[in-house]
């Protein structure tokens, strides 16, 4: 049985038997009086918490090493869209459907409660500020049973959620890895060495709407001898390398811009949109989920095929080029990447920056049902440093192509990773939170 219908089940079961809610389901609301109650609130609940675990992953320290943060990204914004939707009852619950629903509740109270609670699990050293940030944001809704009923409803979801998501196998010790030596296979690289690759297990947890690991898993990278390999590493080679010549200074800007967790970028940038389009509480606590179940899912997916071809990093394969039987390669035993930088410790094979990137631009452009959108990209890297795009796929490009700039994949690992991210991306969107009436499903 597929493992996200195995949890629906669980979740429905437990909803029926232990979440049942006191008081008669109040009289449907028009979609404008909800829009109208999602408003009242200055800032977008669901805006700020997804800033709030922002802070938190960015602290030194803060995020388990062998835990993606993605996950935290995806149990939050699922736990906020089903409280959300518990009383909104727009779209279908991802997990967990509460008996006799509210529907007078305060959303803006349930996604407080629910982020909250989910945060607070996750990282307890931050219990202190989360609920001085809590209390903050529920002082903007006035008091009263709306609200109280709001925050049970957070609250039981979160739990829940967290509940199915405990042993989803993210705690399990990463899988020693033995390095291969023969030509194409990854290897600890330069300038820092280090002794094990990371995420080594993440493959093997529990996707959050994939069916399994490998359902999207892209072909394997070109054969070394081929034209398309000496092609992408001689591209790589040349743009790439430390003190590039061949780089324009924007190329090199370009490769510094995006050299952090990419998903924080995705994060922000769906934070401008959802502003930007003025989207009430309920439309951006469903386009958050959508966004992090992608990343959370393409990260699953992309450990999957890294460790499944094992490939080799621009590093290893232009210092051990003359190895590689193509005469089209040649060796440079000094290279290193753009700024004489560590390379991300884990296989090239496909990109994580693509995938990343290609599923936050698809879910973006689905939800918004268009790619035109004028926005401006903040580094985590370059404090100050903005870049500016006319549409989601302009920044995914931008991207995507970076980490060939940086030095650090070949262009057919970002071409994979990009064509693995939209598949993930357009799974997610097309089964999971979708429209009540498109389902044409009643509203019972």
Known sequence: MK????????ALFAGLTTLLMEGSEARAESDQDRGDRSSDQAVNPVVQWNKNLLVIVRTRGAQPPTVHATRSFAIMHAAIYDAVNVIDRSHKPYLIRLARPQRDASLEAAADAAA???LVALYPAFKATLDAELQQSLAQIPDGQDKAVGIDIGQTVADQILALRSTDGANSNPIPYDFGNAPGDYQSTPPNFPPQPQFTHWSHVTPFALEHANQFRPGPPP????????????QVKSLGMFDSTTATADEMLIGQFWNGAIQNYWNEITQTASVAHGLTTAESARLFA???????DSVIAFYDAKYTYNFWRPVT??????TDNNPETVVDTTWLP???KNTAPDPSYPGAHATISAAGAEVLDSFFKRDDFDLNVTSEVLPGVERSFTSFSAAFDEASFSRVLAGQHFSFDENAGGRLGREVANFVVDNFLTSREREGEDDR
């Not at 394969?317 to 003359?322: L, P, S, W, Y």
């Open 3 to 10: 493992m996200a219908r195995v949890l629906c089940a669980l």
């Open 338 to 340: 753009e700024g004489g």
């Open 290 to 296: 959508l966004l992090n179940l992608s990343l959370a």
């Open 317 to 322: 394969a232009i210092r051990a080029a003359d």
């Open 223 to 234: 054969a070394l001898i081929s034209d398309s390999y000496s092609d992408a590493f001689n």
């Open 116 to 118: 909250h609670e989910v």
